[in-house]
């Protein structure tokens, strides 16, 4: 079992800057993908950025230029950093990581979420 714990949303203005934390902790064998998603009021859930076990990355359009996603993986940490946050950005934000158990078998876990807030 593969538990994941969110940190770092809240209000924001325009402009401003949020660093959103993830840390998975559990059965963990080994972690391949980790990114995170973000679901407004009354929209689907879509990708927001993605980082692979071999460190590629991919951003939404809407986020490149503002968004940086990392990991640490002694941590067993994902990293979204904001910058020039628009409203258009608020929504909950969830962490998702993929892997391997202990015990072989592939986990994908969600966080609960966070919201994150973008108003003045």
């Known amino acids: 079992q593969v538990q994941l714990v969110e940190s770092g949303g809240g209000l924001v203005q325009p402009g401003g800057s949020l660093r959103l934390s993830c840390a998975a902790s559990?059965?963990?064998?080994?972690?391949?993908?980790m990114g995170w998603y973000r679901q407004a009021p009354g929209k689907q859930r879509e990708l927001v950025a993605v980082i692979s076990g071999g460190d590629s990355r991919r951003l939404a359009d809407g986020v490149k230029g503002r968004f940086t996603i990392s990991r640490d993986n002694a941590k067993n940490t994902v990293y979204l950093q904001m910058n020039s946050l628009k409203p258009e950005d608020t929504a909950v934000y969830y962490c998702?990581?993929?892997?391997?158990?202990?015990?072989?078998?592939?986990?994908?876990?969600w966080g609960q979420g966070t919201q994150v807030t973008v108003s003045s």
């Open positions: 559990g059965s963990i064998f080994s972690i391949n993908a």
């Open positions: 998702y990581v993929g892997g391997r158990t202990i015990v072989g078998s592939e986990f994908h876990s």
